[in-house]
């Protein structure tokens, strides 16, 4: 009997004859319900998996359905929760299938994600390396003796810089077009190598600072991507060239390059030059809408990036310039609107870079103590209340003035009377006071 068109809930079925010479009267009633509805099924999030390790599943369907998880079985208890492991680093997806009682079928799938190493070092305390830095052996075998050492258990690791330069072999196509990857050493070996010595990798993206993009869009005509003089000229100034923080094309390609880093394992990745050009803004072509400031857009960027690099367990800070938190219009940088959507800021408050007076410091290059104490304390203000923490940029590098063990000792003590108990320190040659860092690791 065809059951099509029944409502779910319960039917009678009666079969009645009335009595004849030659068959009996018959009254016979069947009751059934028509069930037609799937279980429930609910995946809760799934972690990032790591390495070899299994990735755990856990979910709820409806009691006595069964369940399977990729195709394998995954058994429940009498509440209909089940959990179930899985393979993460040949899992793409996981696929779930509940089964009821009666055969209705619910089924979900979710993305997986899947990197080959973390590091478990949870307190940033490093040092710069430079893409040409990790690939000689004289700058990057002292930086690892350092980690070895206890010194330090970071390394800020250059994945693009200023020149808008790769230092890997990138598969992102964008940079494959506009011939930015150097292909001067393996990613995933070079995360490898620090892992093993325990140390965090903290992957350094300069985001719009990028001549080798924007000339190659300004030269394919797509001059929406770079940021213009108000005349309609290729902006290039002391930087060679910028691009746009609020063109959707230019984001994506920032996307791509971190989403990369963070599936070979980097474990942080640090914005670099994530605001404006320095000068009057009127001096500028942004492509911004007229409800949107510059800061605002730099804002946006970096919400949208949260959203990427949070999928794969990884971190990401922004390094910020020093007057960011009392000028924050100069470079549209707001730190606390900025650090509602990060990690962490790193303000760059290297004493040379101050002027004098700044602070109430009379020379802050004779006083890195007093101007690294004084201008750190506005940005822990600033991030007061706010998912950010501060791990300020120190440097350990000469521009005027004494450098040295003494200069380098009095800003990790500085920082340390401000509350804060992680650095990353910047030298542009990668050669560090390594008898200025106390082995505590």
Do not use: C
């Not at 020379?363 to 706010?386: H, K, M």
Request: aromatic fraction near 8%; proline fraction near 7%; avoid cysteine.
């Amino acid at each position: 009997m065809p059951l099509e068109g029944l409502a779910d809930g319960p039917h009678v079925l009666a079969v009645t004859q009335q009595p004849s010479l030659l068959l009996p009267e018959v009254d016979r009633r069947w009751t059934f319900t028509v069930d037609t509805q799937p279980p429930e099924l609910e995946l809760a999030p799934v972690e990032v998996a790591v390495g070899d390790e299994p990735l755990a599943v856990s979910g709820r369907t409806t009691k006595r359905a069964t369940v399977t998880i990729n195709g394998e079985p995954a058994p429940t208890d009498a509440a209909g929760t089940f959990t179930a492991r899985v393979n993460g680093s040949q899992a793409e997806s996981i696929r779930a299938r509940a089964t009821d009682p009666v055969g209705n079928v619910a089924s979900v799938q979710t993305a997986t994600a899947w990197v080959p190493s973390r590091s478990d070092v949870e307190q940033i305390n490093g040092v710069h390396m430079s893409i040409w830095g990790w690939s000689s052996s004289q700058l990057r075998e002292p930086v690892l003796a350092m980690a070895e050492q206890g010194r330090i258990n970071t390394v800020q690791l250059d994945l693009k810089a200023e020149g808008g330069r790769i230092g890997y072999d990138s598969d992102v196509a964008l940079a494959n077009e506009i011939g930015a990857d150097l292909q001067a050493w393996d990613l995933t070996q070079a995360v490898e190598q620090l892992h093993a010595r325990g140390v965090r990798v903290v992957g350094r993206i300069v985001a719009f600072r990028d001549p080798v993009l924007a000339k190659h869009a300004w030269q394919q005509g797509r001059r929406d991507m770079v940021v213009q003089r108000p005349r309609g000229t290729m902006y290039t100034g002391s930087y060679s060239g910028f691009t746009s923080f609020a063109h959707r094309d230019v984001r994506q390609y920032l996307f791509a390059l971190a989403e990369e880093a963070v599936r070979a394992g980097v474990d942080d990745i640090l914005w670099d030059y994530v605001r404006r050009p320095d000068g009057p803004v009127e001096e500028y072509h942004f492509g911004l809408d007229q409800d949107t400031t510059p800061k605002e857009a730099v804002v946006e960027f970096l919400a949208e990036a949260d959203d990427v690099i949070s999928r794969y367990g990884a971190s990401h800070g922004a390094s910020v310039y020093g007057i960011a938190a009392t000028r924050p219009t100069q470079i549209a940088q707001d730190i606390p609107a900025m650090a509602r959507h990060l990690d962490y800021v790193s303000p760059m408050v290297y004493y040379s870079h101050w002027g004098p007076g700044e602070y109430g410091v009379s020379d802050p290059n004779t006083e890195p103590y007093a101007i690294t104490r004084r201008s750190l304390q506005d940005f822990i203000d600033a991030v007061d209340g706010r998912r950010a923490r501060v791990v300020p940029w120190l440097q350990d590098f000469q521009l005027e003035g004494p450098h040295g063990e003494p200069q380098v000792r009095a800003q990790l003590r500085a920082v340390a009377d401000a509350g804060v108990d992680e650095w990353i320190m910047w030298d542009p040659s990668v050669t560090y006071t390594t008898s200025a860092y106390d082995p505590r690791w």
